[in-house]
DNA sequence: CCTCTTTATTGTCATTTAAACACTTTAATA
DNA sequence: TATTAAAGTGTTTAAATGACAATAAAGAGG
C-alpha cells in the first residue's frame, strides 16, 4: 500500500468535556489523571485515537472506558493543536463536550470508575491546556443551547418547569421571570404535562414534564431564544 | 525525552474552504490536487501539518502556499477523521474556513497559482470528503452571520447597501425587503456613509459605506438578526 | 384546627420589534 | 425631453417581548 512519504505522524487525543445537571447547579465530570505526565492530577477524560475508528468512536470509546457512560449526547467541539500543549510529545487533541443527567448516569457511573463531580464554579485546576478546553465548551453550549433545545440532554426524563428554568439560569449566569419564562417554554409546544408532581423541592410540588419528542426533533433546528443578556454568546 | 511508546501516530492535514464575494454572487476558491492519489481532480487548499506549527499556522501557511492569501480572515471549521477518508493512508483532517473579499486578493492571486474561483452553484465534484467540508463550512457561516458581522470579512472596505444586502441573500439563499434591510442595517450604528457613489450598478449609483471599525468591534459578540426563515441555521 | 410559610402557578398591560407594503428620486441613455 | 433602471425612503399593522403582582396549594408548627 502506497503512503504518504516524509510527512511528519503526530499523536491525535480526543478529551471529553462533561456536563452535568443535578437539579440545582450544573457540574462538570474529572478524572486523576493515570498516568505520566501530571499523573494524579485532575484532568478531563482523555485518550488516543487508535488507528481504526473514527473521532466520534474514540470520544465514545473512551468515555465508556473512564465513566461507564454510554450513550449520551456528544458533540465534537474544537481541535487543539498548540505544538508544546503536552510537555512529553506533541499531541493534537480533539475536545468533545458530552451533556448528561446525573441521576440517570449515576448507577452506571458509580465506584468502579475513578470520575467525580465537581461545581461548575469550583472545578480544581486542570492539566495541560484543558481549562482552555472547558471554557470553550462553556461558550459552546451557551451559544448552541441559545437556538437549540440541547440543554433537555442534562435533565431527567421527567422533570419541572422550575428546574428546567434554573438549569437555563446556571447556564447563562443570570436570572430570567418565571413568569416569562414559562409561557416561552409551554409556547414551544415541546413540553407535555403530567399528572404527577415532584413534592421533593417544595410543600406544594411541582407537576413534572416531559419531552415531546416528535416536536423536539421537528423544532431542534430553530428553537427559541429567551435569554436575556446572555454575557457573551 | 520520553515518549508515549505503543501510540498510534497519524497524519494530520488541513484544508481550507475559501469563501469569495464579487458584489454579485459567492464564490468558492478550488485548486486541482497536485498529487496522487486523484491527482488533477478538484480540491479545497490542502496540506500536512508540519511538526512545530499549530494548526491555525499550518493553515495561514497552506492558504499562502497554495494561492498566495495572506492576512485573510480564517476560522477552524471541524475535524473530520472517518478512518477511511483517504484511501492512502489514514490521515485526519482539520478543516478551517476563510472569507475574502475577491478584488482585493485578485492581485496577490494573480496566475502564479493554480487556484481557480467557482460560484458556490455550479463547483465540481470534490476530491474525498471536501464536498462534506463545504456543507458544514456552509452552515457554519450562516449560523455565524445570523448572530456576528462576519460577512463584511467578503466586501470590499468600500461597499453600498445593495452589494452588502445582495451578500446576505446569497448567503442565507432568501430575498430580503430592501426597505427593511436598510433600516436595520443602518441601525446597528456599524456603517458609515461616505460621500462618493458606486456607479457600476446603476445610473443613479449608490452611496459608499465602511465600516465602523470601533463600533464592529464593540459589537461582533451580539450582532443583529435579520435573516427571515433562513433555510437552516 | 388554624396560621404561617414556602413555592408554584397564572394574566395584563405597555413597549418594542418585525413585517408588509409603494412611491419618489436620480442620472444615464435613447 | 422621454424613457428606464436601480436607489432611496415612511407608515401602518401585527406580533413578540418585558415588566410587573396576586392567588393557590400544601406542609409545618403552634
Request: glycine share 6%.
Amino acid at each position: 500500500m502506497l503512503k504518504y512519504s516524509k510527512q511528519t505522524r503526530l499523536l491525535l487525543a480526543v478529551d471529553c468535556i462533561v456536563f452535568g445537571f443535578d437539579g440545582e447547579v450544573l457540574k462538570l465530570l474529572l478524572i486523576k489523571r493515570g498516568f505520566q505526565p501530571e499523573k494524579g492530577n485532575w484532568s478531563l477524560m482523555g485518550g488516543f485515537v487508535q488507528d481504526t475508528e473514527s473521532l466520534d468512536q474514540a470520544a465514545n470509546r473512551i468515555l465508556k472506558q473512564l465513566t461507564g457512560l454510554e450513550g449520551v449526547y456528544l458533540e465534537q467541539l474544537f481541535t487543539f493543536g498548540e505544538p508544546t500543549r503536552d510537555p512529553i510529545e506533541r499531541t493534537v487533541s480533539v475536545a468533545y463536550f458530552a451533556l448528561i443527567d446525573i441521576q440517570k448516569y449515576q448507577t452506571q457511573m458509580s465506584s468502579d470508575y475513578q470520575a467525580e463531580w465537581f461545581q461548575l464554579k469550583r472545578t480544581p485546576k486542570l492539566v495541560f491546556d484543558h481549562q482552555e478546553m472547558l471554557e470553550q465548551a462553556r461558550k459552546r453550549i451557551r451559544y448552541k443551547a441559545a437556538m437549540h433545545p440541547i440543554l433537555f440532554e442534562l435533565l431527567p426524563t421527567k422533570f419541572t418547569i422550575p428546574q428546567l428554568q434554573n438549569l437555563y439560569e446556571c447556564v447563562f449566569n443570570t436570572t430570567i421571570d418565571k413568569r416569562n419564562f414559562s409561557k416561552r417554554v409551554l409556547a414551544t409546544g415541546l413540553l407535555i404535562k403530567l399528572a404527577d408532581k415532584d413534592k421533593a423541592g417544595s410543600k406544594r410540588g411541582a407537576y413534572y414534564y416531559q419531552l415531546n419528542m416528535q416536536n423536539y426533533y421537528a423544532k431542534f433546528q430553530a428553537f427559541m431564544n429567551f435569554i436575556p443578556n446572555p454575557d457573551t454568546l
